[in-house]
């Protein structure tokens, strides 16, 4: 699809450009009352810890701080314990129990053994808290159930789509690209999408994905970027020697990756380019923090590499201490694989280490560059090329006065145009948009209040 098709969505940078003209497409929604109490239904969340869980964390934070009330349900992927309910990093979750083995362990089954499982605890939260909006989160297994639970009692519902379902199951290695899973569960995401009152996108690739071949009126999508709060992220470029000293890195440069240890995350690459950075500037280390799926073959290769001392495995570490790695850190780097998923899916942490003031080195992949401006905000490589990667990292640790204005500029981006309190108000527009569409639709909003 022509990008330049879709209102505003040309200007790329923009981080809250809509997708729709409100003046010109929807009627005057001031008659409505105002949103009081949203509930979100959530695949998983704290205290587990990944950029999914992070994200819902400063949703939920920043729309109590609009004055909303919120409720959070999660699904029966939370592998949560049968407490019917959770208080995880000051908040509490409604928890699902996990279906009954009889037939939701049945191949091919248990999707739909979750999603009903989803949907009987959906029905008891919402007959007991009331809420205004349904606000379901990625993946489609959450959808559904909301999609169910809105029509049975007249509440609008918004889907937020992060990620597409068939594409991360293709990174799990659970189905190959358009195998008959993979289209499977491409039909059950789109046909969620359409039957929604209106979407949310964390991005732009995501969002003309959706317009172009979901069959979704692009008018109905709102783009709520990932943001950070810069409260929490204070700008400090430079390194801490005590913090490195206490980490094992010794006094040389240190290359870092907090996150997810995944398969398209492309560390096994930052690691097959280590000993050439290792070669040139011999006291440079590389530090990896964070844990994941591929963190033992991580570790094989580190040996298979002989790199020895010159790679710290931190493994996970708590939230607060994120920072303290952060000062540790002259280079982050974030080597994604190009894949579908990385071209469509922005991620979270190039913003927080450029709110910390710490240089961004990234591959080219479309997440990406939807961030990063090269040479401005960061420095770009081609994504899966091992020497683009090495020259990159070493053109980066090698100019002091690109290293300051990549700081600078990376901080001033995120200051302007991605902090959280700016994305979260874009909610308000998409529920309103639901509910202008629900009533559109004959359902009885507010039935319950």
Not at 68 to 76: G, K
Not at 132 to 149: M, Q, Y
Not at 164 to 176: L, M, N, R, S
Not at 363 to 390: C, M, Y
Request: hydrophobic letters at 40%; one cysteine or more.
């Amino acid at each position: 699809m022509d990008r330049s098709s879709l209102p505003d969505s040309t200007v790329t940078r923009n981080a809250h450009a809509r997708y729709f003209d409100r003046n010109t497409f929807w009627t005057d929604m001031s008659h409505l009352p105002p949103i009081m109490k949203v509930l979100h239904v959530l695949d998983h969340s704290l205290p587990i810890t990944t950029g999914y869980t992070f994200r819902s964390r400063e949703i939920i934070l920043h729309q109590r701080a609009m004055g909303w009330q919120t409720i959070h349900l999660t699904s029966p992927r939370q592998n949560a314990s049968d407490m019917p309910v959770e208080s995880a990093g000051g908040l509490d979750f409604f928890r699902t129990p996990k279906p009954r083995p009889r037939w939701g362990s049945i191949p091919g089954l248990w999707p739909l053994a979750e999603m009903l499982a989803t949907r009987k605890r959906l029905d008891e939260v919402v007959q007991s808290e009331r809420p205004d909006i349904i606000h379901a989160h990625s993946p489609a297994l959450d959808a559904w159930p909301a999609i169910g639970a809105g029509k049975r009692f007249g509440i609008p519902v918004v889907y937020e789509v992060r990620g597409f379902w068939e594409d991360a199951a293709v990174d799990h290695g659970t189905t190959v690209e358009g195998g008959l899973r993979y289209r499977v569960s491409r039909l059950i995401e789109t046909l969620a999408l359409r039957r929604a009152d209106a979407v949310t996108a964390i991005c732009h690739g995501l969002a003309d994905e959706i317009a172009a071949t979901r069959g979704v009126d692009a008018k109905t999508i709102t783009l709520i970027p990932n943001a950070v709060d810069v409260s929490r992220f204070d700008f400090s470029p430079a390194t801490k020697p005590e913090v490195k000293t206490r980490l094992g890195l010794g006094n040389g440069p240190v290359v870092g990756f907090l996150g997810s240890f995944y398969g398209y995350e492309g560390l096994s690459l930052l690691l097959r380019a280590f000993p050439a950075v290792s070669r040139a500037l011999p006291d440079a280390r590389l530090l990896l923090v964070g844990g994941g799926s591929e963190a033992d073959a991580l570790h094989k290769l580190a040996r298979e590499l002989n790199l020895g001392a010159s790679v710290i495995f931190t493994g996970p570490v708590p939230n607060e201490q994120v920072e303290e790695m952060y000062d540790a850190i002259d280079v982050v780097a974030f080597p994604r694989a190009p894949m579908r998923l990385t071209e469509l899916v922005t991620p979270l942490k190039p913003l927080e280490a450029m709110a910390r003031g710490k240089p961004v080195v990234a591959s080219d992949v479309g997440g990406h560059k939807e961030l990063i401006e090269h040479d401005r905000t960061g420095v770009l490589f081609k994504a899966g090329d091992q020497q683009a990667l090495e020259q990159a990292l070493l053109r980066t640790l090698g100019d002091p006065d690109l290293r300051t204005h990549l700081q600078q500029q990376g901080r001033l981006f995120v200051e302007r145009e991605r902090t959280w309190q700016r994305s979260v108000q874009n909610y308000e527009t998409a529920y309103q948009i639901a509910r202008e569409r629900a009533i559109r639709a004959g359902k009885r909003v507010s039935a319950l209040s």
